[in-house]
């Protein structure tokens, strides 16, 4: 039996930019490809072209503007009672770029998902793409994993594979990786929904089973 609106799990989704991975969870959702609710998107960008898709989409939208924060923690402090406020059981973050403190990744520890555009652990941080063609890479790719306080570094839940093709540059590798990340992010949040996708301690688990280091990996 499904259940009620009020019983689905809540999600919360961060972003600053255009929200291609906002839009991807909540066409998931809305197409009932996820039994969820996104409880709201939040922008640290008042200007994001995400928020004007979620208001599209009939989304519920809060901004909270960095710059007018004196500190990154009196910012991420906010942003908790923010988040708090709209009661998620998940937080996800989609684009969203700032650089989290330690007390929020904590607050939040084992319901904060985010989406790397490398196979971590490799090449954390950024120019992920043209990072991997530098190195010679024959593949490259993108991952979805728990977010603790290490950079880019908490459990794996998912990656997607691709070769690097000979006539790859950063940009056509970008845009080979976004096309998986639009797969591989809502089936991670789908598990997380269904209770299948869990972090305990500093591991990744799926159906109760440890995941290995790089997560479930599916290749293209």
């Given amino acids: 039996m499904q259940a009620s609106e009020a019983e689905k799990p809540r999600i919360v989704i961060l972003i600053s930019g255009n929200g291609s991975n906002m839009q991807a969870i909540a066409e998931a959702v809305h197409n009932k490809e996820i039994d969820a609710e996104i409880a709201g998107i939040i922008s640290n960008r008042p200007l994001a ?3 004007t898709k ?6 519920h939208t809060d901004i909270i503007d960095h710059t007018l924060y004196a500190s990154r923690d009196e910012f991420d402090h906010a942003l908790i009672r923010m988040i708090e406020d709209l009661k998620p059981d998940l937080v996800v ?5 700032r650089i989290l403190t330690a007390d929020f990744t904590r607050y939040f520890e084992g319901n904060l998902l985010n989406i790397h555009p490398s196979l971590l652990p490799k ?3 950024l120019n992920t793409h043209q990072r991997a063609l530098d190195a010679g890479d024959s593949e490259h790719g993108v991952t979805v994993h728990f977010v603790t306080e290490e ?15 000979d006539i790859d540059n950063a940009k056509a590798l970008q845009q080979r990786i976004q096309v998986q990340e639009h797969i591989i992010y809502p089936i991670a949040v ?4 269904e209770g299948r996708l869990s972090m305990e301690g500093q591991h990744a688990f799926l159906d109760g089973q440890e995941l290995p280091a790089s997560g479930v990996q599916l290749r293209s």
């Avoid at 979620?54 to 989304?59: P, S």
């Fill in 49 to 51: 072209e995400g928020l």
């Fill in 190 to 193: 789908k598990w997380f929904c």
């Fill in 123 to 125: 090449y954390q941080g």
């Fill in 93 to 97: 973050l989609a684009g969203f770029m």
């Fill in 54 to 59: 979620a208001q599209a989409m009939g989304l």
């Fill in 151 to 165: 950079l880019d570094g908490g459990p794996n839940a998912i990656q997607a594979i691709l070769p690097i093709l």
